[in-house]
């Protein structure tokens, strides 16, 4: 079975020490946001450094516990004429990827659980702005 770290550039961030990857601190009403729905203890979220995910260049931010990332988001701004066709393409380039099936979840996103983690990708508006989100967890 294929590696969580395998979905994208960001993957590659799991499980390294969050000094190992560029990041700088989240404002607090963000990290409030995040963390909020986060049920682990003693995580803590930053801003990454920008990727390029299906060709187009992508927002990211880190969660880690214990100084070691735990979580990677990737965040892409889409024009909501494309927003449909954005979400088939990387739905299929995860599935391919990580070649399970992905499970349909709430909020009409999509999940893929593998050996050392989960990917779910989702799209949603926000602040009149249309985005692309993929979270990748690592098995903690």
């Known amino acids: 079975m294929t590696s969580i ?8 961030w799991l499980g390294q020490p969050l000094s190992s990857v560029r ?19 003693g ?3 930053h801003n990454g450094p920008p990727i390029y995910w299906l060709g ?10 214990n100084g070691t990332v735990h979580k ?8 909501p004429y494309f927003a449909e066709n954005l979400f088939s393409d990387a739905l299929a380039e995860i599935t391919k990827t ?6 349909p ?15 779910v990708l989702g799209s949603h ?3 009149g702005e249309h985005k692309l989100s993929l979270i990748l967890t690592l098995n903690v």
Not at 72 to 79: E, G, Q, S, Y
Not at 106 to 119: E, F, I, L, R
Request: proline content about 3%; some cysteine.
């Open 72 to 79: 990677v988001i990737v965040v892409a701004n889409v024009v």
């Open 23 to 41: 990041h700088t601190k989240i404002s607090w009403l963000q990290k409030r946001l995040i963390l909020r729905r986060s049920k682990l203890k």
């Open 98 to 103: 990580l070649d399970v099936p992905c499970n």
């Open 5 to 12: 770290k395998s979905v994208c550039e960001a993957g590659q």
């Open 125 to 127: 508006t926000a602040i």
């Open 43 to 45: 995580e803590d979220v």
């Open 56 to 65: 187009d260049r992508c927002e990211t931010m880190v969660g880690s516990i």
């Open 105 to 119: 979840m709430p909020g009409g996103s999509m999940g893929w659980t593998v050996s050392d983690g989960h990917a």
